[in-house]
């Protein structure tokens, strides 16, 4: 997975991340809630995304690994660590921070994706960020927290309606109704070839392919 950097004289130069060695993984964390009821929830996303991921690349995550469920495979030549918290949505950041820990991470910012649903998004869109605020969202919030840093790439997945809402927690924990699946899907397709865009050309290239 490749960023790009400053160097002394202003120009920019590729940063590739040090895991050609193989010897640290790139964790790739969808956010959601575990349990069959929240399967098709808008707060589960990231868990939809995942579930599409592993299922292209014949990735298993099965494993339970730091309150998570895990699977390890290779994703555009990047070894890959696909990651389901299950300690529902709030307490996401001990999972994460025990996995960064457990595996010596020295940068979380360029060895964690995570990906999540975004209220403020439009439906059906997708955005992609190096680094930022949590944006409301408590899923990112507690990975913030764990970690002391903002410093990490996450892929948001929009859920935001066309018409104002009353109950906020209600309606990201409510499932997707069935008309809107299809949308659901597509989005989710686009998601995966953003995520594999972030690992084969660096996020700034998928940022301009996929920012739209």
């Known amino acids: 997975m490749e960023s790009n950097r400053q160097s002394?004289?202003?120009?920019?130069?590729?940063?590739?991340?040090?895991?050609?060695?193989?010897?640290?993984?790139?964790?790739?964390?969808?956010?959601g809630n575990p349990g069959a009821d929240y399967e098709w929830s808008r707060?589960?996303?990231?868990?939809?995304?995942?579930?599409?991921?592993?299922?292209?690349?014949g990735i298993e995550c099965k494993r339970r690994e730091c309150q998570a469920l895990v699977g390890r495979g290779e994703l555009?030549?990047?070894?890959?660590?696909?990651?389901?918290?299950?300690?529902?949505?709030?307490l996401s950041g001990s999972a994460v921070s025990c996995l960064v820990v457990k595996h010596k991470l020295p940068e979380p910012g360029r060895h964690l994706i995570v990906i999540s649903d975004d209220l403020a998004l439009?439906?059906?869109?997708?955005?992609?960020?190096?680094?930022?605020s949590a944006g409301g969202h408590n899923g990112l919030k507690s990975i913030i927290a764990s970690l002391g840093t903002n410093e990490f790439i996450r892929l948001r997945l929009g859920i935001q309606p066309e018409h104002p809402l009353a109950d906020t927690k209600g309606f990201v924990l409510n499932s997707f109704p069935r008309s809107s699946r299809a949308a659901v899907e597509q989005m989710i397709e686009r998601g995966?070839?953003?995520?594999?865009?972030?690992?084969?050309?660096?996020?700034?290239?998928?940022?301009?392919?996929?920012?739209?």
């Open 8 to 31: 002394a004289n202003g120009k920019r130069q590729s940063d590739q991340t040090p895991i050609g060695n193989r010897k640290l993984a790139i964790l790739v964390v969808g956010l």
């Open 43 to 57: 707060h589960n996303l990231g868990f939809m995304l995942i579930d599409k991921l592993a299922s292209e690349a």
């Open 76 to 90: 555009e030549g990047e070894t890959v660590k696909l990651v389901k918290p299950q300690t529902f949505m709030n």
């Open 122 to 132: 439009p439906f059906g869109r997708i955005r992609i960020r190096e680094r930022g």
């Open 192 to 212: 995966v070839a953003a995520l594999r865009c972030i690992l084969r050309d660096g996020v700034l290239k998928a940022m301009s392919e996929y920012n739209s």
